[in-house]
């Protein structure tokens, strides 16, 4: 059964730094684009990066220069490593996986796109 599950979230001061993992079963991340989105209280569900089975990554223009997604294929998981965070970086994190190949990569930024999401590990940046 295909399942992706989110871990590493958490509460963290302003300026901090956190890895959210996404960790893939059922099926190999590697021939699919992977997106991390993101849904605060009252908001719609934003796409945040995605990385390409070629490895290209993309990422929205609100985390450009601090977050890095990452793939490892042996260990079938996504990473998204997340520096400088914001209080306005608190939401539900998700991951997604949109099962169909791309090529050539290009960026997918819309929830709609994806077709298997995980359960979300909440983000907190407060003081």
């Known amino acids: 059964q295909l399942q992706l599950v989110e871990s590493g979230g958490g509460l963290v001061q302003p300026g901090g730094s956190l890895r959210l993992s996404c960790a893939a079963s059922?099926?190999?991340?590697?021939?699919?684009?992977i997106g991390w989105f993101r849904q605060a209280p009252g908001k719609e569900r934003e796409g945040v990066s995605c990385?390409?089975?070629?490895?290209?990554?993309f990422y929205g223009d609100s985390v450009k220069g601090r977050f890095t997604i990452s793939r490892d294929n042996a260990k079938n998981t996504v990473y998204l490593q997340m520096i400088s965070l914001k209080p306005e970086d608190t939401a539900v994190y998700y991951c997604?996986?949109?099962?169909?190949?791309?090529?050539?990569?290009?960026?997918?930024?819309?929830?709609?796109?994806?077709?298997?999401w995980g359960q979300g590990a909440a983000v907190t940046v407060s003081s």
């Open positions: 997604a996986v949109r099962a169909t190949i791309e090529y050539p990569a290009r960026p997918i930024f819309s929830a709609r796109d994806y077709d298997y």
């Open positions: 990385i390409a089975s070629d490895n290209s990554t």
């Open positions: 059922g099926f190999s991340l590697n021939y699919y684009t």
